[in-house]
Structures are given as structure tokens and as C-alpha cells.
């Protein structure tokens, strides 16, 4: 099993920024994929941004490039989503989640919410 534990969120207002932080441990050989998610209320979860632990090849969704940033602490086990410009549409409980081997198939963390007024 892996674990995550998300910390950063909170109350921002409009044009400000927040950084997440993700910490992995557990078995976590193999884990060569973290993303970040996000979930509108009575909304489906949507990807934010993934990042390739390996060769640190990157993804974000249209919504959020240019604005939002995911890195890697490898020696803390920690990725990072730095959000920059907060707009009030992106206030939504955001996730955390590793892939094995990059498979698609998640382990997720408990969440994290984010406000922005």
C-alpha cells in the first residue's frame, strides 16, 4: 500500500497563490507517476497536472498551465503543486495520487481544500 498526505490548502483570495504538498510512503517502489486532482462539488474528479518521477516530463490541463506548477522532492518523497493566479473557479478539494509504473490505476490521498473568494 502506499500512502499520501496532502498539506497546503486553504483561503486565498483571487490572484493570490497556494502550494500543495504530497508526502509518499508505503511501498512505493515502482510509484513513477504522481499527479494532482481536483474535484468540483457534485463534480467528477478531474486531472490537474502529472509529473514523471523518472525523466520529470510534465502534463497539466489546459485550465491551469502557465499558472500552476508540479515538482518533486525525491529525497523527501514529496511532490509539490505550486498554483499561481487563483482564480475563484478553482476552489475544489485537490488530490493527491501516485501510479505504478504509470498504469492509469491511482492510489489516492484524503484531500486537501482549496477556497479561493
Known amino acids: 500500500q502506499v500512502q499520501l498526505v496532502e498539506s497546503g490548502g486553504g483561503s486565498v483570495q483571487a490572484g493570490g497563490s497556494l502550494r500543495l504538498s504530497c508526502v509518499a510512503s508505503?511501498?512505493?517502489?515502482?510509484?513513477?507517476?504522481m499527479a494532482w486532482f481536483r474535484q468540483f462539488q457534485g463534480k467528477e474528479r478531474e486531472g490537474v497536472a502529472t509529473i514523471n518521477i523518472r525523466n520529470r516530463w510534465t502534463y497539466y490541463s489546459d485550465s491551469v498551465k502557465g499558472r500552476f506548477t508540479i515538482s518533486q522532492d525525491n529525497a523527501k518523497n514529496t511532490v509539490y503543486l505550486q498554483m499561481n493566479s487563483l482564480k475563484p473557479e478553482g476552489t475544489a478539494m485537490y488530490y493527491c495520487a501516485a501510479d505504478r509504473f504509470c498504469s492509469g490505476s491511482y492510489y489516492w490521498g484524503q484531500g486537501t481544500q482549496v477556497t479561493v473568494s
Open positions: 508505503g511501498d512505493i517502489v515502482g510509484i513513477y507517476c
